[in-house]
């Protein structure tokens, strides 16, 4: 079963940056995408972003694009999600999750590890 640790999360002003990193088996993440998804509590989880396994392309949701950054380190075993330009309503607890195939097609499957909480405040 595929487990994923998160990480670099934090308190941040508002416009502010924070990295996050997500650390998975070699198997998980060469042979699924990785989505960052987020959850307010009381709300439904978000999709935030993915890339994919097979060729590095990325998605993003559209509240986060040109701020967002998703990448991957393949020697690390690790993805990343650079966060520039936090705004108030980023907050949340974020977690990765592997997608259903190697592709961003917008699925993906429910293993959650503790996730890593940002919040966004002056």
């Known amino acids: 079963q595929a487990q994923f640790v998160e990480s670099g999360g934090g308190l941040v002003q508002p416009g502010g940056s924070l990295r996050l990193s997500c650390t998975a088996s070699?198997?998980?993440?060469?042979?699924?995408?990785t989505v960052w998804v987020r959850q307010v509590p009381g709300k439904e989880r978000e999709a935030v972003s993915c890339?994919?396994?097979?060729?590095?392309?990325?998605t993003y949701t559209s509240s986060v694009k040109g701020r967002f950054t998703i990448s991957r380190d393949d020697a690390k075993n690790t993805v990343y999600l650079q966060m520039n330009s936090l705004k108030p309503e980023d907050p949340a607890v974020y977690y990765c999750a592997p997608g259903s195939t190697w592709a961003c097609d917008g699925n993906y499957i429910e293993i959650w590890g503790q996730g890593t909480p940002v919040t966004v405040s002056s």
């Open positions: 890339i994919s396994s097979d060729d590095d392309s990325t």
């Open positions: 070699a198997n998980t993440l060469g042979h699924h995408a």
